[in-house]
C-alpha cells in the first residue's frame, strides 16, 4: 500500500509520525514531569540528551531543559501540531543486543544505543528485528577464529550475542529445516565492510558444513575472494578495498548440506576506474600488483616497470596503500588462481593482458595542425609492447587507433579522428579489454566452482553497493541507487510480511499499518518510457547528446513527485529516492550507456595470435561452443562470421543492468532473506571512532529505521508470559502469587496497572504492548524497589545508630575501668617500691658479709692445700722406692728360671734327635724293599703316554723351527752367494774396462760389505732378542695392569659407594624436581600419543561408515566394485606378534610376499632385504673373525721362545686355545641366533603383509619391527661380551685350579723322567708319535691356506695399485692434452669423458642386476619346492599335536575327577574359541553379572591365556587376544552411545590389563602379590606387545566413554548454569526484542536445572564405581568432565551480554560450590579437578566484585590469574546491570586493567576449546583376589570350560 511520506532532512528530524507514534511522548511527559530525560535535535551531534527542570502542562509554548552539561536551554513547541521532544529510554534499557528491545523506538534511540553499544562496549554487531547491523571497526578484532565459529555452531540465533555467525548458522539452520533456499543480502557504503561481512559468512559456510567430495570446494570458494578483490576492488576516498562491483554467489549444498559448488554472478563494474582515478584513489589492485612483481624472471617479457610509470595507475596521485604489500598480495592472487586449476600459461596470458593495458594508457598521440587528425609513432614503445603482447599486428592498430569507418548504404569510408576522440577510441579500447578479461575470469571461477552433482539447496551471499550520493553523480551512481531501489522495496515487503505473520500466529487483531512503498520511484526509473526508457531511445538517435536526453525526462517527468528539476542546471535532474534526495549530470550517461568501442579494433583483436585474447572478443554464438571444449585447445571456425546488419543493435549498459536485476530479485524472492546493514563510523577511517551524522545517513539509507517505524507503529514491545512475570512479579500482590497460573497472573497485574486496554494486548503465547508502557512498567517497578530500599535503609540506618549508640556506652564503661585501674595501679606501685627498697637493703648487707666469709676461708683453704700436699709427695717417694726395688728382684729371679729350663730342654732334645734316626733308618729300609716291587713301576707310568705326545709335539716343534731357520740361513745364504758373484761379474767388467788400477777399491769396497753384512747380522740377533725381551715384559705388564685394574674396580666401587651415601641429600632434592620435569613431559608425550590414538579411531569409524557406503552401493544393481581395504576393527590385531617359539625361515617369508603381491608388500620386501644383507654382513665379519683367530694362534705358536719352561708354555697355550674356541663357539651361537631371530622377523612381516596389505596404517608395525631388531642386536651384543668374560674367567680359574693342583705331580715327573725312559711303552709311544703327525698334517695343511689365501689377498691388491697408477697416468695425460685446448674444448672433453665413466658404470651395473636377477629367480623356484616340504611337515606336526591335546584333555578330566584343587586356569578347544568370545564378549550384557565380582569377564579371560601359557601354544594365546580385542571393538561400536557398557568394556580391558602386567613375571608388577598370586604368573611367553595393544584400546574407549558423557551432558551445562535460577527471585530477565532466546522459557522441553547435571553426574559414577572401574580413572573421567562444563559455561558466558550480571555471578557462585560439595562427598575433590574450575570461579568473582577505582583493577589483575587479558576485558565490556541500582562499567576502568595487563603473554584465542582432551594415564592398580577364588556363574553359559 502507498502513502505520501514527508522526507527527513538533516538535521531537522523530528518526524513524530514517522519515528514514534503519536501523542504518546505527550503523555508520558504529563506523567513524568519533571526530570523526565528527553531528546532534543542538534547540528553537531544530530541529538541530544536533556533533562526537564520544570513539570510540563499542556498549552505550554516551552520547555525549560537542562543539557549534560548542566547548560539551562529553552526548547520552544508548536502549539499547534504539539510536537513535543522523544523521550529517552531507561539506563536498563541502554546497550541492548536488538534494538527492538528499546521501549522507545525512534531515531535518537536506535543512534544512542549504538553508539554505546560501539564505543563503550566495542560491540560492532547490533540486532535490529529481523537485521543485523555491522558497525566497521576499522581494526582487527579477535573474534572471528574457529573457536568463535563452533561456539555460534549449532545455537539459535536470539541464545548468542549478535555476529554475522549468528546470521550465518539461522540461513543454514533455516535451510536444512525447511528445506527453502536462503539469501544473506549484505549492503552498504563503500568502506562500511560489506566484502569482509560477505567473506566471513562464506567462510562460516565452509567451516561448519565441510565439502561433500575431495575436491576441497569450501577452499576454493574463499580462494575466489583474493582473486576478486585483486581485479575488482580498488582504493577510494571512502575505503582502501573498495569493491567496485556487485556479486551474488550462490552456495550449493547436497542432501547432507555439505557444500557441493558455488557460482558468482557480478554486476555493474566500474570500467571508468580504469581510465581514470580521482585525487587519492588507485585503480584496480591488480595492476599494483604486477607491477611490484615486474621484476620476478617470468615478468620480465611484460617490459613493466613501477606504478608511477604508467599513466593509468598514477593519476590519483599516491600508488601505495599503507600497511599492503602488493608483491605479496600477487603472490596469494597467484595461489588462488593455481587453486582454481588455472594453468600456469593462462596466467601468464591473463597477466600479459593487464600488462598490455598499462602500456595502451602510455602510447603517444600527436595531433596534426589541422587538429582534425593525429598520428602515432611507428617507433612508440608502449604501442609495440602493446601489439607483442597481445599478438596482434602493430600497422594495423597503430593505423586504426587513429582512423575510423563509416559505413553507408552505397559506400564505405575510412575517416581521421581528432585528437579527442583518438584519446575517447583509445580509453574505450583499454576499459573493453578489462571488462571482457573480468568476466573471461569471473566464468573461469565459476567453472571451477562447478560441480556435476546434483544440487539440493543453496544459500547465496549478496555483496552489492549501499546507497550513494555524491557531489557529482553519474551514471554509475544512478544504476546503484536503482538497485537499492528494488531491494528497500523487498526489503519493506519482507518486514510487512514478518510482522502480519507475528501477528495472526499470536492472534492478535491485526490492523494495516502504513509503510513506505517505493514502488512509484522505481516506476519512475524502469517503467516503460521511464527514465531507463528515455536513455535507450536516445542511444538510439544517431546524433543523441546528453542535453536532448534530459529536456525530455523534463517534459516527460516534471510532473512526478519523484522527480525535480534543480534551478540552475539545464542538464542535471534530481530524483527522490527512499534514502534522499540525488542530482545526477546529465553528462556521459548516453556514451556510458551505449559502451562504444569501434569494431576495426575488436577485429584486429579478434585476429590475435593468442587464443585467450581471440576468444575474449568473440561473439556469444562463437563462444557458445567453445566453452563446451577442452580448456587445453581454442576452437574457431574457419569461415569468418557475417557482420550484422546496422539495424540490429547491441543492448545497452542501462537495459543489461536491468534485466540481470529483475533475474536477482526472482532469486531473492524464491530464497528467505536475511539482511546484514554495514555502517561507516567515519570518514577518516579510524578505529572506534563514532560520527552521529555519518551514521544517521546511513541508518536512514539502509532502512533500519523503517523497521524500526513499522515495529513502533503496532505492538513493538513482546513479552512472553513466563519472562514476563520472572521481570515483574515485584508488582504482584502476595494473595495473587498463590495461583498457579502465570497468564492469569499477568493479566490481572497489567489490568491493575495499565487502565487504557488499547496499550497491550494478550497472545497465545506473548503479551504485546504499545511503544512506552514497558519504560512505564520499568519506573512502577523501580519504585516499588525504590520503595523497598528506603524502607531496608531505614531500618538499618536505625540498627547502626542503636550500634553506635551501645558502642559509646560500651567504650564510656571501658574508660571508667582503665582509669579506676590505673589509679588502683599507681597504688600498687608505691607499696611495691618501698617493699623492693628495704629487700635491696638486707641484700646488700648479706653480700658485704658473705664477701668477708669467703675471703677468711679462701686463705684457710690455700694453707691447707700446701701442708697436704707436702705430707702426700713424703708418702709417694717412699712407695716409689720400694716399687723399683721391688722390680729388680723379679728380674733376677726370672734369669736364674730361664737358665735352669734351658738345659733341661736341650738334653730332651738330644735325646729325642736319637730316637727318631733309629726310627728313620727303619722305615727307609722298608721303602727300598717297596720300590724293587712291580706295584711301583706301574703307579709311575701312570699319565707317560700324555707326556709323551706332549714332549714329541714340542720335539716337532723345535724341529720345525729348526726346519724354517736352516732354510732362511741357506736362503741367505744363496742371496750371498749370489750377491759375491754379481759383485764379481761387476769386477771383473770394472777391470777389463779400466785395467788393473781400481782392483784394491773393489777390494775394500767387498770387504766393507762383508762388514756391514755380518754388522746386519748381529743386529737382528739383538732384535730378535730384544723382541722376546719386550714381549716377555709385555706380558708381565698386562698381568700386573691386570691386577692394578681389580684393585681400582674395587677402590672404584668403594668411592662410588662413598659418593652415593655423599651425594643422597642432594640427589633427593634434585631428583624431585627432575621427577616434576619427567611428568610434565610424559604428560605431554602422552597427551600426543592418545591424540593419535583418537586419531585412529576416528579415520577407523570413517573407513567403517565408508564401507557401509560400499556395501550399500554394492546391492543396487549395475557396476560393482571391491573394497579397497578392510576395517582394522575386523582384523587380527594392530600389531604383529612376535613370539619366542615362533621360527620360520626366509623363503616362507618370501613365499607369503609373493603370494600377497609385490604392490602390496613393497615396504615388507624392503625390511626384508635390508635384514638378508644384514646376515651377510654378519656372515663375512664371522668368517673374518675366524680367519684373524687362526692366525693368531699360529703366529702365538710359532712365537714362543724356547727358553720359556715348558709348563708355563702349555699352560698359556691351553688358555689361549680355551679362549678362542669359546670365542668362535660364542659366535657361531650368536650366528645362529640372529639367524633364527632374522627368520622370525620375516615370518612376522610376511604375515603383517598378509594381514594389513590393504590397510593404512602399517607404517606403526614397520616401527615396532626395527625397533624390536634394535633392541634384539643391542641385548645380543651386551649378552655376547657377558658370556665370552665370564667363560674366560672359568677357564682361567680352572687352569689356576689345576695348576695349584699338579705343581708337585709334576716336580716328581720332571725328577722321575730320566729314571723311567726305559719303561715307556712302545705302543703306546707309537700311537702318541702318529697323532703328533697327523696334528702336524692338519697345522701345516691350514698354514698353506692361510699363506695361499694372503698371496692371493696381495696379488689383488698389487693388481688394484697397479690399475690405478694406469688410471692416474691416463688422467694425466688427459690433464695434460686438455691443457692445451680452448675453454670450449675442454668443456666438451671433459662432458665426453663424463659420459663414458657413467656409461661404463652404468652397463656394469646392469649387468651386476643381471646377475642378481638369474639368482632371484633360482632363489624363487627353491624356495616354492622348500615350502610345500615346510607345509607338509606343519600339517603333520598339526595332526600330532592335536592327537597329543585330546590325550591330555582326558587326562585332564581324569584329574579332576580325583578332585584335585584348581590352579587358577580354564581349558578349552580350539573350536570353542569363537564361543567363548561370543558369551563372554560379543552378547554379554553388564547387568547379567549385578552382584558378581566386578571384571568378571576379565579374570575368566586371564585364566583362559594362562592354560594356553601352561602348554607353551603361542598360536592359541595369539589367537584369543586377537579376537578378545576385535569382539571389544566390535561391541564398541555397536553400542557407540551407551555409557553403561562402554565404562564396563573399560573396565575390563583395564583389569585384563592390570592382570597381564601382575602375572607377566616382571619384579617390578610383583611386589604386592602374595606367594598364591606368584604361582599364577605367566611362564612361557613375554606378552608385552599385547599389553601395548590392550593400553591402545584402553585409550581409545576412555575416549568414548569421555564423547558419550559430554554429548550427555552438553546440552544440560547452559541452562543449569547460567540460566535457571538456582536461588529463587535473585534475577531478573530483561527485555529481548525480535530474537527471542530458546532457553527463555522455563516450562520448555530444553530446560534443566544443577540437580539435573548433578543427578546424571551421579549415574555416571554409579556405574563406573559398580563395574569395578579403577579410582584414579574416574577421577581422571570426572577432571575432562569438570574441565567441558567450565569451558561450556564460561564460552557462553563471553559471548552473551544478557548473562554478565552480578546477579548471574552468584548465581553461578552458588552453582559452583554445589559442584564442589558433590566432589567432596564422592572423595574426588582432588587439585586437579578443582584446578579445572577456576577461571569460571574467577569469571564469577569478576561479576561481583567493585569496578570503579585503581584499587579494584588491581584486585581484579590479581584475583583473575586464570582468565587472560581478552577474556577480563570481554566480561567487562559485556556486563549489564539487570537494575538501575547498579552502574555500568566505565570505559576509563576497563583501559585501566588493559593498561595493568599488558604485560601478561596471554594466549590470542578468546574461547576455551571444550573438545580437549587431557591425556590419560592407566596407573598399575594390582588385583587382591587369586585366580583360583574365583567362580563363573552359570548365566554366562561357559560349561565347554575345563577347571583345571
Known amino acids: 500500500m502507498e502513502t505520501v511520506s ?68 529553552e526548547y520552544p513547541i508548536d502549539v499547534q501540531s504539539n510536537q513535543l521532544p522523544f523521550l529517552r529510554n531507561p539506563d536498563i534499557l541502554v546497550g541492548e543486543n536488538d534494538l527492538t528491545a528499546l521501549s522507545y523506538l525512534h531515531e535518537p534511540a536506535v543512534l544512542h544505543n549504538l553508539k554505546v553499544r560501539f564505543l563503550e562496549s566495542n560491540h560492532i554487531y547490533t540486532y535490529c528485528g529481523i537485521v543485523l547491523v555491522a558497525i566497521n571497526p576499522y581494526e582487527q578484532l579477535p573474534i572471528y577464529g574457529q573457536d568463535v565459529i563452533y561456539a555460534y555452531s549449532g545455537q539459535n540465533m536470539g541464545d548468542m550475542d549478535p555476529h554475522i555467525f549468528a546470521v550465518a548458522e539461522e540461513a543454514y539452520k533455516q535451510m536444512a529445516r525447511d528445506e527453502k533456499n536462503q539469501s544473506i543480502i549484505v549492503s552498504g557504503e563503500s568502506g562500511a565492510g560489506k566484502t569482509v561481512s560477505a567473506k566471513y559468512a562464506m567462510r562460516y559456510f565452509a567451516t561448519v558444513s565441510g565439502s561433500a567430495s575431495d575436491t576441497n570446494i569450501e577452499e576454493k570458494v574463499l580462494a575466489s ?163 607483442q603482447l597481445l599478438g596482434v599486428e602493430h600497422s594495423q592498430m597503430e593505423h586504426w587507433l587513429c582512423h575510423r569507418k563509416l559505413v553507408t548504404t552505397s559506400e564505405t569510408y575510412v575517416k581521421t579522428m581528432s585528437l579527442q576522440q583518438v584519446v575517447n577510441a583509445r580509453n574505450a579500447l583499454a576499459k573493453h579489454i578489462y571488462a571482457q578479461l573480468f568476466g573471461w575470469i569471473v566464468g573461469h571461477v565459476n567453472k571451477a566452482l562447478h560441480t556435476s552433482l546434483k544440487q539440493h539447496s543453496f544459500i547465496g551471499v549478496l555483496d552489492i553497493y549501499g546507497f550513494e550520493t ?104 534530481i530524483v527522490v529516492h527512499f534514502a534522499d534526495k540525488v542530482e545526477y549530470l546529465s553528462d556521459s550517461f548516453l556514451e556510458k550507456n551505449r559502451d562504444t568501442v569501434y569494431e576495426e579494433q575488436i577485429n584486429i583483436l579478434k585476429a590475435s595470435k593468442l587464443p585467450l585474447v581471440a576468444d575474449l572478443f568473440h561473439d556469444g554464438k562463437d563462444s557458445a561452443p567453445a566453452a563446451a571444449t577442452s580448456s587445453k585447445i581454442s576452437v574457431r571456425s574457419a569461415r569468418p562470421p557475417l557482420k550484422a546488419s546496422n539495424k540490429e543493435h547491441k543492448k545497452t549498459v542501462g537495459h543489461q543492468f536491468r534485466t540481470s536485476l529483475h533475474l536477482l530479485m526472482e532469486t531473492l524472492n524464491t530464497t528467505t532473506p536475511h539482511y546484514v546493514r554495514c555502517i561507516k563510523p567515519n570518514d577518516e577511517k579510524l578505529p572506534f571512532r563514532f560520527d552521529p551524522k555519518r551514521a544517521v545517513q546511513q541508518l536512514r539509507a539502509c532502512g533500519v529505521l523503517e523497521t524500526i517505524r513499522i515495529s513502533a507503529a503496532g505492538y513493538p514491545s513482546r513479552w512472553a508470559y513466563h519472562d514476563f512475570y520472572n521481570r515483574y512479579r515485584v508488582l504482584v500482590k502476595k494473595k495473587e502469587l498463590a495461583n498457579a497460573d502465570k497468564k492469569a497472573i499477568c493479566k490481572s497485574v497489567l489490568e491493575s496497572l495499565i487502565k487504557d486496554p488499547d496499550k497491550f494486548q494478550f497472545g497465545r503465547t506473548k503479551i504485546f504492548f504499545r511503544a512506552g508502557q514497558v519504560a512505564y512498567l520499568e519506573k512502577l517497578r523501580a519504585d516499588k524497589f525504590r520503595a523497598a530500599t528506603i524502607m531496608i535503609q531505614k531500618t538499618v540506618r536505625g540498627w547502626l545508630q542503636k550500634v553506635k549508640y551501645c558502642r559509646l556506652k560500651a567504650a564510656t564503661l571501658t574508660l571508667q575501668r582503665y582509669c579506676r585501674g590505673h589509679l588502683a595501679r599507681r597504688l600498687a606501685e608505691h607499696l611495691r617500691r618501698t617493699r623492693a627498697a628495704v629487700v635491696v637493703q638486707k641484700q646488700y648487707r648479706m653480700w658485704r658479709a658473705h664477701q668477708a666469709y669467703q675471703r677468711v676461708r679462701r686463705a684457710t683453704v690455700v694453707i691447707q692445700a700446701f701442708a697436704r700436699g707436702m705430707f702426700v709427695r713424703r708418702i709417694y717417694h717412699q712407695v716409689l722406692r720400694e716399687h723399683k726395688a721391688t722390680i729388680i728382684q723379679k728380674h733376677v729371679r726370672s734369669w736364674l728360671a730361664r737358665r735352669c729350663f734351658q738345659r733341661l730342654r736341650g738334653a730332651a732334645i738330644v735325646i729325642q734327635c736319637g730316637f727318631r734316626r733309629l726310627k728313620a733308618k727303619r722305615e727307609l729300609k722298608a721303602l727300598k724293599i717297596e720300590a724293587r716291587s712291580a706295584e711301583h713301576l706301574k703307579r709311575l707310568n701312570v699319565g707317560m703316554e700324555n707326556k709323551v705326545v706332549q714332549l714329541q709335539r714340542k720335539i716337532d716343534d723345535q724341529n720345525k723351527e729348526f726346519k724354517m731357520l736352516s732354510e732362511q740361513l741357506s736362503a741367505i745364504t744363496s742371496t750371498h752367494a749370489t750377491e759375491v758373484e754379481k759383485l764379481k761379474e761387476e769386477l771383473a767388467c770394472y777391470q777389463q774396462s779400466q785395467g788393473g ?86 604428560e605431554e608425550e602422552r597427551s600426543r600419543y592418545q591424540n593419535l590414538v583418537k586419531e585412529y579411531s576416528r579415520l577407523e569409524q570413517r573407513y567403517d561408515n565408508l564401507r557401509d557406503e560400499m556395501t550399500i552401493i554394492k546391492q543396487t544393481p549395475g557396476h560393482r566394485r571391491n573394497p579397497s581395504n578392510q576395517s582394522s576393527l575386523e582384523s587380527d590385531s ?168 699338579g705343581s708337585e705331580p709334576n716336580i716328581n715327573a720332571r725328577t722321575s723322567w730320566p729314571n723311567s725312559e726305559k719303561h715307556v711303552d712302545q705302543e703306546d709311544a707309537i700311537e702318541a708319535y702318529h697323532g703328533v703327525c697327523q696334528t702336524n698334517r692338519l697345522l701345516e695343511a691350514q698354514l698353506q691356506a692361510q699363506s695361499r689365501e694372503h698371496g692371493e689377498e696381495v696379488e689383488g691388491l698389487k693388481a688394484q695399485v697397479q690399475a690405478l697408477k694406469e688410471e692416474m697416468d691416463e688422467q694425466q695425460q688427459t690433464f695434460c692434452q686438455t691443457l692445451l685446448l680452448s675453454p670450449e674444448a675442454q668443456l666438451e672433453f671433459g662432458i665426453q669423458q663424463e659420459l663414458s665413466r657413467l656409461t661404463n658404470e652404468n652397463l656394469d651395473l646392469k649387468e651386476l642386476v643381471e646377475k642378481l636377477e638369474k639368482n632371484e629367480k633360482k632363489l624363487k623356484k627353491q624356495l616354492k619346492i622348500y615350502m610345500k616340504k615346510v607345509q607338509d611337515l606343519e600339517a603333520a606336526q598339526a595332526l600330532a599335536q ?282 574426588l575433590h582432588q587439585r586437579e579437578v578443582a584446578e579445572t574450575m577456576e577461571p569460571l570461579i574467577q569469571a564469577a568473582q569478576l561479576l561481583q566484585l567493585k569496578k570503579k577505582s585503581p584499587e579494584d583493577a588491581e584486585a581484579i589483575c590479581s584475583l583473575c590469574t586464570a582468565l587472560s587479558t581478552q577474556q577480563i576485558v570481554k566480561i567487562l565490556n559485556l556486563y549489564t546491570p539487570l537494575n538501575e541500582f547498579e552502574e555500568r562499567v566505565t570505559v576509563a576502568f576497563i583501559r585501566t586493567i588493559q593498561a595493568q595487563l599488558q604485560e601478561r603473554n596471554d594466549p590470542q584465542h578468546l574461547l576455551l576449546d571444550f573438545k580437549h582432551m587431557f591425556p590419560v594415564l592407566f596407573p598399575f592398580n594390582p588385583s587382591s583376589l587369586t585366580m583360583d577364588s574365583i567362580h563363573i556363574p552359570a548365566c554366562l553359559n561357559l560349561e565347554f570350560l575345563n577347571e583345571v
Open 6 to 73: 514527508v522526507s527527513c532532512h538533516f538535521p531537522e528530524c523530528v518526524d513524530g509520525d514517522k519515528m514514534a507514534p503519536p501523542v504518546e511522548p505527550c503523555e508520558m511527559l504529563m506523567e513524568g514531569g519533571q526530570y523526565t530525560r528527553v531528546w532534543i535535535p542538534d547540528p553537531d551531534e544530530v541529538w541530544r540528551s536533556a533533562e526537564l527542570t520544570k513539570d510540563y502542562k499542556e498549552g505550554e509554548k516551552s520547555l525549560q531543559l537542562q543539557l549534560e552539561d548542566e547548560t539551562i536551554r
Open 470 to 573: 555524491f557531489d557529482v553523480n553519474s551514471f554509475e551512481q544512478f544504476c546503484i541507487n536503482y538497485a537499492n531501489e528494488k531491494l528497500q522495496q523487498q526489503f519493506n515487503l519482507h518486514v510487512f510480511k514478518l510482522e502480519q505473520e507475528e501477528y495472526m500466529k499470536e492472534q492478535i487483531p491485526w490492523t494495516l499499518i502504513d509503510f513506505y512503498d517505493n514502488q512509484p520511484c522505481i516506476d519512475l526509473i524502469e517503467a516503460k518510457l521511464g527514465i531507463l526508457d528515455l536513455l535507450d531511445e536516445e542511444c538510439k538517435v544517431p546524433k543523441g547528446t546528453d542535453q536532448n536526453w534530459a529536456q525530455k525526462l523534463y517534459d516527460r517527468h516534471s510532473g512526478s513527485q519523484h522527480f525535480q528539476k534543480p534551478r540552475m542546471s539545464n542538464t542535471a535532474f
Open 225 to 387: 575472494s583474493p582473486i576478486m578483490e585483486a581485479i575488482g576492488n580498488a582504493k577510494t576516498t571512502r575505503n582502501d578495498n573498495s569493491s567496485r562491483f556487485g556479486k551474488y554467489i550462490q552456495i550449493g549444498f547436497d542432501k547432507r548440506y555439505r557444500i557441493i559448488g558455488a557460482n558468482m554472478r557480478t554486476y555493474l563494474l566500474e570500467k571508468s576506474r580504469v581510465v581514470f582515478q580521482a585525487d587519492d584513489e588507485r585503480n584496480y589492485h591488480i595492476f599494483y600488483q604486477l607491477c611490484a612483481a615486474a621484476n620476478l624472471p617470468e615478468f620480465k617479457e611484460l617490459a613493466l616497470t613501477c606504478a608511477e610509470d604508467f599513466f593509468y595507475t598514477s593519476q590519483g596521485g599516491d600508488t601505495s596503500i599503507e600497511g599492503v604489500d602488493d608483491a605479496e598480495d600477487f603472490e596469494k592472487t597467484r595461489q588462488a588462481f593455481t587453486l582454481l586449476g588455472v594453468r600456469e600459461s593462462h596466467q601468464i596470458n591473463i597477466f600479459k593482458i593487464i600488462a598490455s593495458i598499462l602500456h595502451l594508457g602510455n602510447v603517444e598521440i600527436q595531433a596534426e595542425r589541422d587538429g582534425e587528425s593525429c598520428s602515432i609513432s611507428p617507433k612508440d614503445e608502449h604501442l609495440s609492447n602493446f601489439c
Open 1134 to 1301: 594392530n600389531y604383529p606378534s612376535i613370539s619366542t617359539s615362533e621360527v620360520g625361515d626366509a623363503e616362507d617369508a618370501l613365499q607369503q610376499v609373493e603370494e600377497i603381491g609385490l604392490e602390496k608388500a613393497a615396504m615388507d620386501l624392503t625390511v626384508f632385504l635390508k635384514l638378508q644383507k644384514r646376515v651377510r654382513e654378519l656372515e663375512q665379519e664371522r668368517k673374518k673373525l675366524q680367519v684373524q683367530l687362526e692366525k693368531k694362534e699360529q703366529q702365538d705358536s710359532k712365537k714362543i721362545p724356547a727358553e720359556r719352561p715348558s709348563s708355563d708354555l702349555d699352560v698359556d697355550q691351553d688358555a689361549d686355545l680355551a679362549y678362542n674356541s669359546l670365542k668362535r663357539q660364542e659366535l657361531e651361537s650368536e650366528n645362529k641366533k640372529l639367524k633364527n631371530e632374522l627368520n622370525e622377523l620375516r615370518k612376522a612381516v610376511a604375515d603383517q603383509a598378509s594381514e594389513h596389505s590393504a590397510a593404512h596404517g602399517t607404517p606403526d608395525s614397520y616401527c615396532l619391527l626395527l625397533n624390536q631388531l634394535k633392541l634384539a642386536h643391542e641385548e645380543l651384543e651386551v649378552r655376547k661380551e657377558e658370556v665370552l668374560i665370564l667363560r674366560t674367567q672359568i677357564v682361567s680359574a680352572d687352569q689356576r685350579r689345576l695348576a695349584g693342583k
Open 997 to 1082: 788400477d781400481s782392483t784394491p777399491q773393489l777390494q775394500e769396497e767387498v770387504e766393507s760389505l762383508r762388514t756391514e753384512l755380518q754388522r746386519a747380522h748381529s743386529e737382528r740377533k739383538v732384535l730378535e732378542d730384544a723382541h722376546t725381551r719386550e714381549k716377555d715384559e709385555l706380558r708381565k705388564r698386562v698381568a700386573d695392569l691386570e691386577q692394578e685394574n681389580a684393585l681400582l674396580k674395587d677402590e672404584k666401587a668403594q668411592l662410588n659407594n662413598q659418593i652415593l651415601c655423599q651425594s643422597k641429600d642432594e640427589l633427593a632434592q634434585t631428583s624431585v624436581e627432575e621427577n616434576l620435569l619427567m611428568k610434565k613431559e610424559l
Open 1442 to 1723: 592335536s592327537e597329543r591335546r585330546r590325550h591330555e584333555l582326558t587326562r585332564q578330566v581324569t584329574v579332576q575327577r580325583k578332585e584335585k584343587d584348581f590352579q587358577g586356569m580354564l581349558e578349552y578347544h580350539k573350536e570353542d574359541e569363537a564361543l567363548l568370545i561370543r558369551n563372554l564378549v560379543t552378547d554379554l550384557k553388564p547387568q547379567a553379572l549385578a552382584g558378581t565380582v566386578p571384571c568378571l569377564p576379565a579374570y575368566i579371560l586371564y585364566m583362559c591365556i594362562r592354560h594356553a601359557d601352561y602348554v607353551n601354544d603361542d598360536l592359541k594365546v595369539h589367537s584369543l587376544l586377537t579376537s578378545t580385542i576385535n569382539g571389544i571393538k566390535k561391541v564398541l561400536k555397536k553400542h557407540n552411545d551407551d555409557f553403561e557398557m562402554t565404562s564396563f568394556w573399560l573396565s575390563n580391558t583395564c583389569r585384563l590389563l592390570h592382570c597381564l602386567k601382575q602375572y607377566s613375571g616382571d619384579e617390578g608388577f610383583m611386589t604386592q602379590n602374595t606367594a598364591k598370586q606368584n604361582e599364577h604368573c605367566l611362564k612361557n611367553f613375554d606378552l608385552t606387545e599385547y599389553r601395548q595393544v590392550l593400553s591402545d584400546l584402553s585409550i581409545q574407549i576412555y575416549q568414548q566413554l569421555i564423547k558419550i558423557s559430554e554429548g550427555l551432558l552438553q546440552p544440560m551445562i547452559v541452562s543449569a548454569m547460567l540460566e535457571n535460577e538456582s536461588i529463587q527471585g535473585l534475577s531478573g530477565v530483561k527485555p529481548t526484542g525480535y530474537r527471542k532466546r530458546t532457553s527463555s522459557l522455563a516450562d520448555g522441553d530444553n530446560s534443566y536445572c544443577l540437580e539435573a547435571v548433578i543427578r546424571q553426574m551421579n549415574s555416571f559414577h554409579t556405574v563406573m564405581c559398580d563395574q569395578g572401574l579403577d579410582p584414579e580413572i574416574i577421577l581422571q573421567v570426572f577432571k575432562q568432565l569438570f574441565y567441558m562444563i567450565n569451558a561450556v559455561t564460561l564460552n557462553n558466558l563471553l559471548l552473551r551480554k544478557d548473562v554478565c550480571s552480578w546477579s548471574t555471578g552468584m548465581q553461578l557462585r552458588y552453582n559452583i560450590s554445589q559442584l564442589e560439595e558433590w566432589l567432596r562427598g564422592r572423595n
